[in-house]
């Protein structure tokens, strides 16, 4: 495998895959980025364990893969402090994953970050946002990395993207997270500044 490889974070629970058709669309979208023509059907390769559940990583390129299933152990997330970052970059869902860690590090007491980019909020380190604003619950239109369950809850209409900045959160009622293992989780405290 190359050096730049690609993952897909797939939830399995008791050797069923969850919304493989959005880790599927988004793992041709980045193979196309790449110019690469190779097709991996995820529903044939993918066999979960039978029983429990569990973080699959579907590691990748642009000519082979591997897969690995790890035990899920959920990371609780109740307080994300603002971090502003005019450099950071993360368009497809690469392996390395430096510039996103070292802004992790700058955490302090709080459980993960929350990045902005040229004054518009953007993600966590390792998943989408959402504020419920108005009684909405809204994402940010241009986040770093386009997420699957973010791309669920907009097609299920429960999500409404929208260009966020830190204006926003003055109006704030609620803070969400979202990826492809936790789901839709609130956050207890909040955002810091």
């Avoid at 493989?20 to 669309?25: C, F, G, N, R, S």
């Avoid at 108005?134 to 994402?139: E, H, L, V």
């Amino acid at each position: 495998m190359k050096p730049d490889l690609l993952f897909e974070t797939i939830r399995c629970e008791d050797g069923l895959a969850a919304h493989l058709d959005y880790h599927q669309k988004r793992l041709v979208s980045s193979l196309q980025c790449l110019g690469s023509k190779t097709h991996f059907d995820l529903d044939k390769l993918l066999i979960p364990p039978p029983h429990g559940l569990y973080r699959c990583r579907f590691i990748y390129d642009t000519d082979s893969y591997r897969i690995e299933y790890h035990p899920y152990l959920p990371r609780t997330i109740n307080s994300l402090r603002l971090i502003t970052n005019e450099t950071v970059h993360y368009p497809l869902k690469y392996t390395h994953r430096d510039e996103l860690n070292a802004l992790f590090e700058r955490r302090g007491t709080c459980d993960d970050v929350l990045i902005v980019k040229d004054g518009i909020l953007k993600d966590t380190t390792i998943a989408n946002i959402a504020l419920k604003i108005n009684g909405q619950w809204i994402t940010p239109q241009t986040p770093l990395l386009y997420g699957t369950t973010r791309a669920r809850l907009i097609d299920e209409g429960f999500l409404k993207p929208a260009i966020l900045t830190t204006d926003d959160l003055s109006h704030t009622q609620k803070v969400a997270i979202m990826n492809a293992m936790v789901g839709f989780v609130e956050i207890e405290n909040g955002i810091i500044t």
